[in-house]
């Protein structure tokens, strides 16, 4: 079999149908409900006890600090009221010692001091304030809690999420290992450290990071409504949305403001239909997956996310380089070669090492649309140190990226569209004539050619939407999620508490912190004084 025709059977495999979608979508509203009545299911449905999202009006300068790999990062954000803000951050590495700490402590300790450090260089004037007024006032809380920095922790590890600013580690990830915090509450542990530093720092609410670009973009965004979803199509992809609380049937316990009958849900949606009921699987995705650390789980993530799209092309050319029938990247000689040499690849090409291949050569075959693909071919030779290709090599490889990323664009307007149809704002009135915003961030929608356009023309072919209703949805990027989200999740934990007269947050943590066993009591003393 020719390249050519070898190459157009490897693409219809990767072909989602129309009707594919709307099976998909389907599926997917269906185990939307299904996490939202009970635990264990392939959409976790994580209530995040943020009740409201932001609508571009509110004021005020709030803190942000995001653990979320070997960095921590510290922001402040002003915001300005008129849907802008204004940004200030610091970040440091964690010293690697820290990561493998052999008490919770050290790595609490080591990060609120980087959060006194960031307040005495940029809020120099308000830090001196606070102190004085610390010093001087003999409440037992020490400060009035307006004078208070309200902070959003984002911190991207497995964690049970049992309050707006309590949740207790499940497991570390991402090279961290300090055993005696798991099971205990993150959000307790940063503030008994916060506290004796007497800092004026409340850890208002834990953030996770997809719930923060939902945050962020409804915040910054145009219109009268707020934005009804957050997603991420990057390394990996997750989604976050409105919901109403009244759809939400399994147990929701701690404290929660319930008067505006919303609830933002963490999907969870990379481990959507691990069943694999409708989710495609060719012979490569099935490889991939007894590849990875946790095969059967995350399946849909792993067909979507730049993380796994190039190893997807990588196993596709592996299999055609095994084929001798096939003339991918092989000539009988230069004449069969329009640069008149021929095609080698060098035995250290990542198209031999697992992970090899970056998503990255993908965008540029997407991009290049020239006649003879100088750039691809230029790209394959730079990363994949394949010398020399041919044009129709490059023109069989350009057409298998593209088959993947078209089916990773498909797959991701399925979760969009399920939740535009769960929302019910295609055809509730208080959106007539309002677009319905949708924030992603990630590699995927903001690098990789047409993959949003390939999301709309998805979305047209819906049933429920179609291509009205997609010209209604405005998909926009968001940025920071982890910091400007954040803080505005700080922000509606404080409006949350003003509702509720729950005026002692620090108070429960600093008793939370007293519990720990890992705590001395002296310094727990410390942060009371």
């Known amino acids: 079999m020719t390249l050519e025709a070898e190459t157009k059977a490897v693409v219809a495999q990767f072909d989602y149908t129309n009707e594919d979608v709307n099976k998909a979508v389907k599926e997917f509203i269906r185990q939307m409900g299904e996490g939202l009545e009970k635990e264990g299911t392939s959409l976790s449905q994580i209530p995040t006890y943020v009740t409201g999202v932001p609508k571009g009006t509110e004021k005020g300068l709030y803190m942000a600090v995001d653990l979320g790999g070997t960095n921590f990062r510290v922001?402040?954000?002003?915001?300005?009221?008129?849907?802008?803000?204004?940004?200030?951050?610091?970040?440091?590495?964690?010293?690697?010692?820290?990561?493998?700490?052999?008490?919770?402590?050290?790595?609490?300790?080591?990060?609120?001091?980087?959060?006194?450090?960031?307040l005495?260089?940029?809020?120099?004037?308000?830090?001196?304030?606070?102190?004085?007024?610390?010093?001087?006032?003999?409440?037992?809380?020490?400060?009035?809690?307006?004078?208070?920095?309200?902070?959003?922790?984002?911190?991207?590890?497995?964690?049970?999420?049992?309050?707006?600013?309590?949740?207790?580690?499940?497991?570390?990830?991402?090279?961290?290992?300090?055993?005696?915090?798991?099971?205990?509450?993150?959000?307790?542990?940063?503030?008994?450290?916060?506290?004796?530093?007497?800092l004026p720092v409340k850890v208002a609410a834990l953030v996770n990071d997809t719930v923060g670009t939902l945050m962020a973009r409804s915040y910054t965004s145009p219109g009268k409504t707020g934005t009804v979803l957050g997603a991420i199509f990057g390394t990996g992809t997750n989604g976050a949305y409105v919901e109403k609380l009244a759809n939400i049937k399994k147990p929701v316990t701690g404290e929660f403001d319930k008067s505006t009958g919303l609830m933002v849900v963490n999907t969870e949606w990379g481990s959507f239909d691990n069943q694999l009921n409708v989710l495609p699987n060719t012979k490569w995705d099935i490889e991939l997956d007894k590849e990875t650390p946790n095969p059967g789980i995350q399946m849909y993530e792993k067909r979507v996310s730049g993380m796994f799209l190039g190893e997807i092309v990588r196993l596709v050319i592996v299999d055609l380089l095994k084929n001798q029938?096939?003339?991918?990247?092989?000539?009988?000689?230069?004449?069969?070669?329009?640069?008149?040499?021929?095609?080698?690849?060098?035995?250290?090409?990542?198209?031999?090492?697992?992970?090899?291949?970056?998503?990255?050569?993908?965008?540029?075959?997407?991009?290049?649309?020239?006649?003879?693909?100088?750039?691809?071919?230029?790209?394959?030779?730079?990363?994949?140190?394949?010398?020399?290709?041919?044009?129709?090599?490059?023109?069989?490889?350009?057409?298998?990226?593209?088959?993947?990323?078209?089916?990773?664009?498909?797959?991701?307007?399925?979760?969009?569209?399920?939740?535009?149809?769960?929302?019910?704002?295609?055809?509730?009135?208080?959106?007539?004539?309002?677009?319905?915003?949708?924030?992603?961030?990630?590699s995927l929608v903001e690098h990789y050619p047409y993959f949003r356009d390939m999301i709309y023309e998805a979305l047209g072919q819906i049933e429920g939407i179609g291509k009205e209703g997609a010209k209604r949805i405005r998909i926009g990027i968001a940025k920071d999620g982890s910091g400007v989200g954040a803080a505005l999740i700080a922000l509606v934990a404080a409006d949350m508490e003003k509702r509720t007269s729950n005026a002692d947050y620090i108070g429960e943590l600093r008793d939370t912190a007293k519990n720990s066993p890992s705590v001395p009591a002296d310094e727990v003393a410390a942060g009371d004084a």
């Open 120 to 198: 005495k260089e940029h809020h120099g004037d308000q830090f001196e304030k606070h102190v004085r007024r610390r010093m001087t006032v003999t409440s037992p809380e020490g400060f009035k809690d307006e004078e208070v920095f309200r902070l959003g922790f984002t911190f991207s590890f497995p964690v049970q999420q049992i309050g707006i600013n309590k949740g207790k580690l499940i497991r570390w990830t991402k090279g961290f290992d300090i055993p005696d915090a798991v099971g205990k509450d993150v959000c307790a542990l940063l503030q008994q450290e916060i506290d004796i530093l007497h």
């Open 325 to 442: 029938e096939v003339s991918l990247f092989k000539d009988e000689n230069s004449s069969t070669n329009d640069w008149k040499s021929t095609t080698s690849i060098a035995p250290d090409s990542g198209v031999f090492t697992q992970w090899g291949l970056d998503t990255s050569v993908m965008s540029v075959a997407a991009a290049d649309t020239t006649p003879e693909l100088v750039a691809l071919r230029q790209a394959l030779e730079e990363q994949l140190h394949i010398y020399s290709p041919s044009l129709e090599d490059a023109q069989a490889f350009k057409a298998i990226a593209a088959a993947v990323g078209r089916r990773a664009a498909r797959l991701s307007a399925v979760a969009i569209a399920a939740i535009v149809l769960q929302s019910g704002t295609l055809t509730d009135p208080a959106y007539d004539g309002e677009e319905i915003d949708i924030g992603v961030d990630g």
């Open 75 to 118: 922001c402040s954000i002003n915001l300005n009221g008129d849907t802008t803000f204004n940004l200030t951050f610091s970040k440091v590495a964690i010293p690697r010692e820290l990561m493998v700490a052999k008490s919770a402590k050290e790595l609490f300790a080591f990060l609120a001091k980087q959060i006194e450090l960031f």
